[in-house]
């Protein structure tokens, strides 16, 4: 029988997440038998190669091509799971969101006191995804079927979570493996 | 007539003193009842409804509610728990809270009623409101967008400090804490040692130079949900 699927991505994160997740230490062999990986940067596979059973979404959405992104791991995955503060309430890039978007750019690449941009211009290339008005948690976006709340989560909780739903068992995380910070 | 009454909680029986709240009542026989706004040492407020319970089949604040005899108290209900669940998201969703660099995490009343309760995600969209940032005193600063509008430091600070150093001003969402001075904090009589900046249950007031001080582990909420020491029978601190 094929081993289970599992996918993941990181949109507007800090890959943070991602290093939990390996931070499963020697479990991570344990992952290797019971797991294929699929889309993900653990492998550098970049496209969808079939229907994926379990897919982590890292980050927010604060670009076009993060929502893209997300909207295709939906249609890929059978369970979706947000995994850390960004994906859940658009963490640390959601700090932009009390401050209009033409004001955030303007800080960056014209008025910053650090800023050293000799052509005066804010960058506008096509090849730039385009940024949305605001950071959006991702089940703003698509409908997320778990949340794995932390910044990162520990290491514990992805791996209680991953071992929980490969295995069809309820997802019920102990007091200690919920935590924002 | 007897000073001592008897009422239920879940079913349990308990025995009250006459002129007590249905949350002392429950303090005192060991019910943990959720609650924000409500302090040991302050007045009761009964702003935050998360301490509601459902007294006779209606609902009702238990920190502003007194006991009577006979009667019957639900606590523990799916009904509550929803309601409640839903007042702490929403708290969640209409402020800007950042657990991950909060000083107050892991001793955030709010963010511990949530682990309390399970909560993985808040379930309403986040509104990011635009709040105010007072660090214009030496040791002390206000983060509006941690605030719940508890109204714990405006009662602390007239109440217990004697100062009335805070008060709420605005209604609605536009309703917000306000310093009483010609601009902002620095121009008021706030001292570190008052019990205003002593008894926010978030991190919306304060004490520079000191966060980050317990180690992660360590800290309040760490191991144990919220209302644990009510529910093991001892004081609370």
Not at chain 1, 31 to 59: H, W, Y
Not at chain 2, 71 to 95: H, P, T
Not at chain 2, 154 to 162: E, F, K, N, T
Request: charged share 25%.
């Amino acid at each position: 029988m094929a081993k289970p699927k599992v996918a993941t991505t990181s949109l507007c994160g800090c890959f943070g997440c991602h290093m939990s997740i390996l931070d499963i230490d020697d479990r991570i062999l344990k992952l290797v038998e019971l797991v294929d990986f699929d889309k993900s940067p653990i492998d550098d596979i970049k496209e969808f190669t079939g229907p994926v059973d379990i897919g982590l979404i890292e980050g927010g959405c604060a670009n076009e091509e993060n929502v893209r992104v997300l909207q295709d791991f939906r249609k890929h995955c059978k369970i979706l799971i947000s995994v850390g503060d960004c994906a859940i309430n658009g963490g640390i890039p959601a700090m932009r969101n009390m401050i209009p978007l033409k004001e955030c750019l303007e800080e960056a690449y014209l008025n910053g006191p650090t800023v050293h941009n000799p052509s005066g211009k804010i960058p506008n290339d096509v090849e730039i995804p385009l940024l949305l008005n605001k950071v959006y948690p991702a089940h703003e976006v698509v409908k997320i079927d778990y949340h794995l709340p932390g910044c990162p989560p520990p290491a514990d909780t992805i791996w209680e979570a991953l071992v929980a739903l490969l295995n069809n068992k309820q997802l019920d995380l102990p007091y200690e493996l919920i935590k924002y910070d | 007539m007897s000073d001592t009454i008897t009422l239920t909680i879940d079913g349990k029986e308990i025995t009250a003193k006459r002129g007590q709240t249905i949350l002392q009542a429950a303090d005192a026989a060991g019910i943990y009842i959720p609650r924000l706004c409500a302090h040991d040492d302050l007045s009761a407020h009964g702003s935050c409804r998360v301490c509601t319970v459902m007294v006779n089949g209606r609902p009702q604040a238990a920190c502003t509610q007194s006991v009577a005899d006979g009667m019957i108290v639900e606590n523990e209900s799916d009904q509550i728990r929803n309601i409640r669940r839903n007042l702490i998201d929403m708290l969640f969703v209409e402020g800007n809270h950042f657990c991950m660099f909060c000083e107050k995490s892991g001793n955030c009343e709010l963010q511990a009623l949530a682990y309390r309760f399970g909560i993985t995600a808040p379930k309403y969209p986040y509104l990011y409101p635009q709040r105010e940032l007072d660090a214009s005193h030496p040791d002390i600063f206000i983060d509006r967008n941690r605030c719940i509008l508890c109204g714990r430091c405006v009662r602390a600070s007239r109440d217990v400090d004697g100062k009335t150093v805070f008060e709420f001003v605005g209604r609605g969402a536009e309703k917000r804490v306000a310093v009483n001075a010609e601009a902002t904090l620095r121009d008021t009589k706030i001292a570190l040692t008052d019990k205003a900046v002593d008894v926010c249950p978030v991190g919306a007031i304060i004490i520079k130079r000191v966060g980050y001080k317990v180690p992660v582990g360590q800290r309040l909420y760490d191991h144990e949900p919220i209302g644990s020491n009510i529910e093991k029978g001892a004081k609370k601190g």
